[in-house]
């Protein structure tokens, strides 16, 4: 059964940093496609960041600007998003998502080609 946890949110205030962590299970996590998504109230979920499954390739989402990292470790079957910078408009839920199949550069994005989900963290940037 493959499980994904999320943690490493909270309340942070603007310019302040957070890294988040997700921790996969039930599946080798080599061979998944990563990625993190977000979601903020009335908002539509939105692509932050996508890490291949050789390690080899990242992208990321259009509104990422710089400020977000996105890293694995697959010894330790965690996924980390580290982001610099906070700003009250990243105020989200943060999900990390596992997708079975190899992905091309242009669906990375797509929230439909991933088939796994944790349950989410969310981030408050608040001062």
């Known amino acids: 059964q493959v499980q994904l946890v999320e943690s490493g949110g909270g309340l942070v205030q603007p310019g302040g940093s957070l890294r988040l962590s997700c921790v996969a299970s039930?599946?080798?996590?080599?061979?998944?496609?990563m990625g993190w998504f977000r979601q903020a109230p009335g908002k539509e979920r939105e692509f932050i960041a996508h890490f291949s499954w050789s390690g080899g390739m990242t992208e990321y989402g259009d509104s990422v600007e710089g400020r977000f990292t996105i890293s694995r470790n697959n010894a330790e079957n965690t996924l980390y998003l580290q982001i610099n910078a906070l700003k009250p408009v990243d105020t989200a839920v943060y999900y990390c998502?596992?997708?079975?199949?190899?992905?091309?550069?242009?669906?990375?994005?797509?929230?439909?080609?991933?088939?796994?989900w944790g349950q989410g963290t969310q981030v408050t940037v608040s001062s």
């Open positions: 998502a596992a997708a079975v199949n190899r992905l091309i550069t242009s669906s990375v994005g797509m929230a439909r080609m991933y088939s796994y």
């Open positions: 039930g599946y080798t996590f080599s061979d998944y496609e």
